[in-house]
């Protein structure tokens, strides 16, 4: 590897690329710390947190985008099967279930080239496509998680709707 592509994957953080990209969306967010940062997104059922998270070393992008569903009171094996059945047919990323906060989350991570000329794009894209799939599955996780309707009735009825 040339001097030139280490000096560049020592300095570049992409993270100033989502900063400079969510700015110009008119998404607000706060940098965390140097490798993170979190945003608020209007979403049609409630609103979203996403947070991305660079680890330098590995080369690594994490993004997740919780979904603001929340109860105290969740039965934690009709969750896990509504995240099985979800997730079979996802190609990118994959929903899971934040115990700390009882609240469901899409993940999906990314390794960065050391030449990433198309990244605003494809972090764009990236975005785009973790908040269409937590408005498409919001009302699937509230039936199951709130209104307590089993999961694979709760996905059939949110996927034909």
């Known amino acids: 590897m040339a001097i030139s592509a280490v000096e560049k ?13 969510l700015g110009r ?4 967010c706060e940098r965390r710390k140097e490798n993170e940062l979190v945003a608020e ?20 992008l994490h993004l997740s985008c ?5 109860t105290a009171a969740v039965d934690r094996s009709k969750m896990f099967e509504l995240l099985a059945l979800l997730n079979e047919n996802l190609w990118l990323g994959h929903f899971s279930y ?8 899409f993940k999906h991570s990314i390794i960065l080239q ?6 605003v794009h ?10 269409m799939e937590c408005e498409r599955v919001y009302p ?20 034909c709707n």
């Open 9 to 21: 994957q020592d300095t570049y953080n992409p993270i100033d690329s989502i900063e400079y990209i």
């Open 25 to 28: 969306d008119n998404i607000i």
């Open 41 to 60: 997104v209007h979403g049609k059922w409630d609103n979203m947190l996403i947070f991305f998270a660079f680890e330098p070393h590995m080369r690594c």
């Open 66 to 70: 919780l979904l603001n569903i929340g």
């Open 98 to 105: 934040w115990s700390e906060q009882k609240m469901p989350i």
């Open 114 to 119: 050391d030449d990433e000329e198309l990244f």
């Open 122 to 131: 494809k972090i764009g894209q990236i975005i785009e496509l973790a908040i």
């Open 140 to 159: 699937i996780f509230n039936a199951v998680m709130k209104q307590n309707i089993p999961p694979a009735e709760a996905l059939h009825a949110g996927l």
